[in-house]
């Protein structure tokens, strides 16, 4: 998904994860109706959709492996399970050999990936990436595409979002333009048009 | 959902618990120097209590027995006989402010001066040279000290006046003493519970506001932890046992500078008198009560940090737009 700063890219995102609720129109995601919901269903539906974020949004007092684990264990997973899952997950984006590491100890990149390794522990349906690549340099953000890419193989739908040209000229995949909260345009192998 | 094998509903609440507390543990010792300062504050915060309540039950105590030593001795002249005497008792022990009567009679008296002089050869030789020169008396205790004056305008009546030998006891100087005394006590037994609630409250507010700020400075785990969707429960849980560890900590620090700070003094000053505060009347106090203290300055602790957490994180959980 790409668009102009402003175009309303990260206000859609926000209505899905159910940090925003929409003024009008109605929200359907895999079946479950937004207006339905209740506030103590939120954090179910949060679980089960995975959100990567231009920040990170790492929890700062946890090591790489705890921040995986976090997302397990609020879903109420056995410890024994954790300790199997989580090194496999870390291995897919790359990050074997750093459990124990403190995210301020990583690089932006590697922050990322701890970030996109914690959105798809859980195996949702969906994951979100707003602007995954925003704070990154072109070898890094090259690094964490990749890994959203072997996600995508495995049966996950990405919704991304850029600014970044160069990806999604590369990726080849859907590209769906925003403009003033509006689609201007879909299509299928896509390329960007500003 | 697909993956995640979910745990039986009771096993789960039983994980939670137990990495609810394990994490509030970790986070104890991760967040170090904050510890140690919302540790500090409520250190001060319990001994402040602890003092202000000792010291006040001290002075209480102080006050107590100062009043209980107030009589009154009547002084009656040798002709009074029985019946005179049963008579006035009995019109005393009728009047309102007056608690007891005790009557002591010559002989009594004289046993008692030989008792309180026992050491003192002179003064026992020149009570035995002549007859017994003791009055016998009438020992009252007041109901009320601070209505004294009541009894006094009694006994100056005309026809119990004619009874007695000498001013009653409590004239002059001594008089006043009792008047000052009586009038400062009931002042001061206010002014100590009052205090003790202003340090109470000050402090309380004091630990609330730190804990506050703590937890204001990491209010983004606390929006993170919401995003990847854990619930309040599981959010807060941490905190608060993070807290509550401070509570614990603190009492138990507060409880062992107290009593530290009462051994020394206790040798330093040799339970001595210090004015209104009797300092070995305080030590008693403390080594008497020590696991009721303990436990209280537990309880204290315990609620001042679940209850401030609670407060703090609340306002961090609810569910509406994040900015």
């Known amino acids: ?194 | 959902m697909k993956g995640v094998k979910h745990q039986p509903y009771g096993r789960r609440k039983l994980i939670n618990f137990g990495r609810v507390l394990h994490t509030g543990c970790v986070n104890f010792i991760r967040n170090a120097w904050l510890s140690i300062a919302a540790t500090a504050v409520m250190v001060i915060t319990l001994t402040i209590i602890l003092f202000s309540v000792i010291a006040n039950e001290t002075f209480a105590n102080t006050v107590r027995t100062i009043t209980d030593r107030i009589d009154i001795s009547v002084y009656l002249k040798d002709s009074v006989n029985e019946e005179q005497r049963q008579e006035l008792i009995g019109r005393l022990e009728d009047f309102e402010n007056v608690q007891s009567v005790e009557y002591v009679s010559k002989d009594q008296a004289l046993a008692d001066y030989k008792d309180q002089n026992a050491d003192n050869l002179d003064l026992l030789l020149a009570i035995s040279q002549t007859d017994n020169p003791l009055p016998a008396s009438l020992r009252l205790k007041p109901g009320d000290p601070n209505r004294i004056e009541e009894i006094r305008q009694f006994l100056e009546q005309p026809d119990i006046k004619e009874l007695q030998s000498d001013e009653t006891s409590y004239s002059g100087d001594r008089k006043e003493a009792v008047d000052k005394i009586t009038q400062a006590t009931s002042f001061l037994r206010t002014a100590g519970i009052a205090g003790v609630l202003v340090f109470t409250v000050i402090s309380m507010l004091i630990i609330f506001n730190t804990i506050q700020m703590a937890i204001f400075n990491r209010r983004e785990e606390l929006t993170i932890m919401r995003l990847l969707g854990a619930n309040s429960w599981y959010i807060r849980g941490p905190f608060i046992v993070e807290t509550v560890l401070y509570g614990i900590v603190a009492a138990l620090l507060s409880v062992a500078a107290c009593s530290a700070l009462f051994t020394i003094q206790a040798s330093a000053f040799d339970a001595s008198s210090l004015g209104l505060l009797d300092v070995s009347f305080a030590n008693d106090y403390f080594a008497q009560r020590f696991w009721p203290i303990l436990l209280i300055q537990l309880a204290i602790g315990v609620a001042i940090g679940a209850i401030s957490s609670f407060v703090a994180t609340r306002r961090y959980l609810k569910f509406k737009a994040i900015k």
Do not use: C
Not at chain 1, 114 to 122: D, F, G, L, S, Y
């Open chain 1, 1 to 194: 998904m790409v668009g102009a700063s402003g175009a309303g890219k990260s206000t859609l995102l926000k209505l899905l994860t159910r940090e925003e609720k929409p003024s009008s129109g109605k929200i359907i995601v895999g079946g479950v109706d937004y207006e339905r919901l209740k506030d103590r269903d939120i954090p179910l539906l949060r679980r089960k959709i995975g959100v990567v974020f231009q920040d990170f949004k790492l929890l700062p007092n946890k090591t790489v492996h705890e921040n995986v684990a976090f997302a397990l264990e609020i879903v109420g997973m056995g410890s024994k399970e954790i300790r199997h899952t989580v090194p496999k997950v870390l291995d897919i984006v790359g990050l074997t050999g750093k459990e124990k590491r403190m995210p301020r100890e990583l690089s932006g990149g590697e922050r990322q990936r701890v970030a996109i390794a914690r959105a798809v522990t859980r195996q949702p349906r969906i994951l979100i990436a707003d602007e995954p690549t925003g704070n990154l340099d072109p070898g890094h953000a090259w690094d964490v595409i990749k890994v959203l890419e072997k996600i995508n193989r495995f049966g996950t739908t990405v919704l991304l979002t850029t600014h970044n040209q160069d990806i999604v000229n590369r990726l080849k995949r859907r590209v769906i333009t925003i403009d003033g909260g509006k689609i201007v345009s879909d299509h299928a192998g896509g390329e960007y048009k500003a």
